[in-house]
């Protein structure tokens, strides 16, 4: 080989230390180009609200190039969030059992009067589907019985305002038989009347603020998470198992409610998705996966299409669009509910056949292994404590039993070992996956200085800096509460802060106070 031309041989196979840096040094300016355009571009694209904005990108993907998407591509996948993995939860096993006392509570409602107007008096006879009581500004709303029976109690609490109106149900119920529209020919406001006049109509709630849906408002889309992520939150799959028509039903319903789409989030992971779910008709189908709060729908719209200011949008649960579609497929109000008994302090965790506002103490009688317990009308991070004399929440399709933790411990966090829910790695319970929890009320701690520690952002996946946002709340600056998004979240959507939260902050209740401040600013 002549000299010249080995030379060169040499110099390709051995490129010089300079060569490579330069190499090295494109290589890296190419990705930060790449990653800082990817961010400019899904910033620009969530401020003109388009959908998807976090799958945007400088490169094209596979579906770009060849046509063809892949299935991870159609998951939206959730990283941040914890799962609080509580024991007692509810086996598949489902009992009905009749209760006595059911309620209907005004404060399950948010957007009306407290004290509302009675269309009934102690003493009176109703039927299942019969009003009860209506807001005195909205009085095309009705609320209506679940049962029938006799109104045998109105409980008030401060100011006069009415908590509870109580019925003694009947052995054997009576409906009120619903003059239905058909659904083929009805116009919009035809349909808006029949529902605001049967008692579905409080089962819809609007964002922001989840509060009542208004009558005189078009709802940009609706949205319906079919799967739930909390602690010991029931299996909406077993939930709708055999109630498929009415579901599909409601659905129907609901596309007349609204210009654009109903929006299903469904379970990419677990159990996956019901056919009722995946096969539905008519809807826009959106898979999710990761830990909680992946469940809620709040999180769901946020990642499918945010709400931009001036917008309003509605939301149900899996249960009130099958109420909302047997008033069409059984031509009545019905109020059952599929309820998850759970927690570590019932004896026997198991499903049930019940009514909305049934009897707590009916439905826990012999089922609790201690006296002194916190029993929750819904999840333990967003539920509301009840007495045993109490109701369950109209909304709520789960009841958790947990220990009441008012003992202080030994020397508090200085001996840290025994095991319990927390996204701290100091206890070692934290590096075994699959660990369970008795789970209690004791909060570890008294309330003190509200320090950023940047904690909130690992378990809230959405776009936002909630700690700024409760502070803003505090400080009464409406303009930052505005623009730090208060419009996008409910209580539940940062539970999860209020759990992890090292300042004991009353996280959920700072931010009904700052929704309640933006409502009267309207």
């Given at each position: 080989?002549?000299?010249q031309?080995?030379?060169?041989?040499?110099?390709?196979?051995?490129?010089s230390?300079?060569?490579?840096?330069?190499?090295?040094?494109?290589?890296?300016?190419?990705?930060?180009?790449?990653?800082?355009?990817?961010?400019?571009?899904?910033?620009?694209?969530?401020?003109?609200?388009?959908?998807?904005?976090?799958?945007?990108?400088?490169l094209p993907?596979?579906?770009?190039?060849?046509?063809?998407?892949?299935?991870?591509?159609?998951?939206?996948?959730?990283?941040?969030?914890?799962?609080?993995?509580?024991?007692?939860?509810?086996?598949?096993?489902?009992?009905?059992?009749?209760?006595?006392?059911?309620?209907?509570?005004?404060?399950?409602?948010?957007?009306?009067?407290?004290?509302?107007?009675?269309?009934?008096?102690?003493g009176d006879?109703?039927?299942?589907?019969?009003?009860?009581?209506?807001?005195?500004?909205?009085?095309?709303?009705?609320?209506?019985?679940?049962?029938?029976g006799?109104?045998?109690?109105?409980?008030?609490?401060?100011?006069?305002?009415?908590?509870?109106?109580?019925?003694?149900?009947?052995?054997?119920?009576?409906?009120?038989?619903l003059?239905?529209?058909?659904?083929?020919t009805?116009?919009?406001?035809?349909?808006?009347?029949?529902?605001?006049?049967?008692?579905?109509?409080?089962?819809?709630?609007?964002?922001?603020?989840?509060?009542?849906?208004?009558?005189d408002?078009?709802?940009r889309?609706?949205?319906?998470?079919?799967?739930?992520?909390?602690?010991?939150?029931?299996?909406?799959?077993?939930?709708?198992?055999?109630?498929?028509?009415?579901?599909?039903?409601?659905?129907?319903?609901?596309?007349?409610?609204?210009?654009g789409?109903?929006h299903?989030?469904?379970?990419?992971g677990?159990s996956?998705?019901?056919?009722?779910?995946?096969?539905?008709?008519?809807?826009?189908?959106?898979?999710?996966?990761?830990?909680?709060?992946?469940g809620?729908?709040?999180?769901?719209?946020?990642?499918?299409?945010?709400?931009l200011?001036?917008?309003?949008?509605?939301?149900?649960?899996?249960?009130?669009?099958?109420?909302?579609?047997?008033?069409?497929?059984?031509?009545?109000?019905?109020?059952?509910?599929?309820?998850?008994?759970?927690?570590?302090?019932?004896?026997?965790?198991?499903?049930?056949?019940?009514?909305?506002?049934?009897?707590?103490?009916?439905?826990?009688?012999?089922?609790?292994?201690?006296?002194?317990?916190?029993?929750?009308?819904?999840?333990?991070?967003?539920?509301e404590?009840k007495?045993?004399?109490?109701?369950?929440?109209?909304?709520?399709?789960?009841?958790?039993?947990?220990?009441?933790g008012?003992?202080?411990?030994?020397?508090?966090?200085?001996f840290p070992?025994?095991?319990?829910?927390?996204?701290?790695?100091?206890?070692?319970?934290?590096?075994?996956?699959?660990?369970?929890?008795?789970?209690?009320?004791?909060?570890?701690?008294?309330?003190?200085?509200?320090?950023?520690?940047?904690?909130?952002?690992?378990?809230?996946?959405?776009?936002?800096?909630?700690?700024?946002?409760?502070?803003?709340?505090?400080?009464?600056?409406?303009?930052?509460?505005?623009?730090?998004?208060?419009?996008?979240?409910?209580?539940?959507?940062?539970a999860?802060?209020?759990?992890?939260?090292?300042?004991?902050?009353?996280?959920?209740?700072?931010?009904?106070?700052?929704m309640?401040?933006?409502?009267?600013?309207e």
């Amino acid at each position: 080989m002549p000299l010249q031309a080995a030379s060169m041989a040499l110099i390709w196979e051995q490129p010089s230390t300079l060569t490579v840096v330069l190499i090295v040094i494109v290589v890296l300016v190419f990705f930060l180009l790449i990653t800082v355009g990817n961010s400019l571009l899904q910033v620009r694209a969530k401020e003109l609200g388009v959908l998807h904005f976090a799958n945007y990108s400088v490169l094209p993907n596979q579906k770009d190039i060849t046509g063809k998407s892949q299935t991870a591509e159609d998951v939206i996948r959730l990283r941040k969030g914890y799962d609080i993995k509580l024991k007692g939860s509810a086996t598949s096993n489902v009992e009905s059992i009749q209760v006595n006392s059911v309620a209907v509570q005004p404060t399950n409602v948010h957007g009306i009067a407290p004290i509302p107007k009675l269309e009934v008096a102690i003493g009176d006879t109703v039927k299942a589907g019969d009003p009860l009581f209506h807001d005195k500004n909205l009085e095309r709303i009705k609320f209506v019985a679940p049962v029938s029976g006799e109104v045998v109690e109105v409980r008030r609490g401060a100011k006069r305002a009415i908590t509870h109106v109580v019925l003694l149900a009947d052995k054997k119920p009576s409906y009120r038989t619903l003059n239905v529209p058909d659904l083929q020919t009805v116009d919009r406001e035809g349909l808006v009347e029949f529902l605001a006049q049967s008692g579905a109509w409080p089962l819809i709630k609007q964002r922001p603020y989840n509060v009542l849906a208004g009558l005189d408002i078009i709802p940009r889309d609706i949205f319906i998470s079919t799967f739930d992520t909390a602690p010991l939150a029931p299996d909406n799959n077993l939930v709708v198992a055999g109630q498929e028509n009415a579901f599909q039903q409601g659905l129907d319903v609901l596309k007349k409610l609204t210009p654009g789409k109903v929006h299903l989030g469904l379970d990419a992971g677990g159990s996956g998705a019901h056919e009722a779910f995946s096969k539905a008709e008519g809807v826009e189908k959106h898979w999710f996966q990761g830990p909680h709060p992946a469940g809620n729908v709040g999180v769901q719209i946020h990642h499918i299409d945010p709400i931009l200011p001036g917008e309003k949008v509605w939301t149900l649960g899996v249960q009130d669009v099958i109420t909302v579609g047997k008033l069409f497929t059984e031509k009545r109000y019905d109020s059952a509910r599929i309820v998850a008994l759970c927690g570590a302090e019932v004896k026997n965790p198991h499903y049930i056949q019940t009514v909305q506002g049934a009897s707590l103490k009916e439905l826990l009688k012999d089922q609790l292994i201690h006296d002194h317990v916190r029993v929750v009308s819904g999840d333990v991070l967003s539920g509301e404590g009840k007495q045993m004399d109490d109701f369950l929440n109209a909304s709520d399709d789960q009841i958790s039993v947990i220990k009441e933790g008012d003992v202080l411990e030994l020397f508090g966090w200085l001996f840290p070992i025994k095991a319990r829910p927390s996204i701290s790695p100091t206890f070692l319970s934290s590096l075994i996956s699959g660990t369970t929890f008795a789970g209690e009320t004791n909060t570890h701690g008294e309330e003190r200085a509200f320090v950023v520690t940047g904690n909130y952002e690992k378990v809230t996946p959405i776009n936002m800096y909630p700690q700024h946002l409760l502070k803003s709340i505090l400080a009464g600056n409406f303009e930052r509460m505005e623009g730090l998004g208060i419009q996008e979240v409910v209580e539940e959507d940062l539970a999860l802060c209020e759990f992890i939260c090292p300042s004991k902050v009353h996280v959920q209740q700072i931010l009904r106070q700052g929704m309640d401040m933006m409502i009267e600013q309207e």
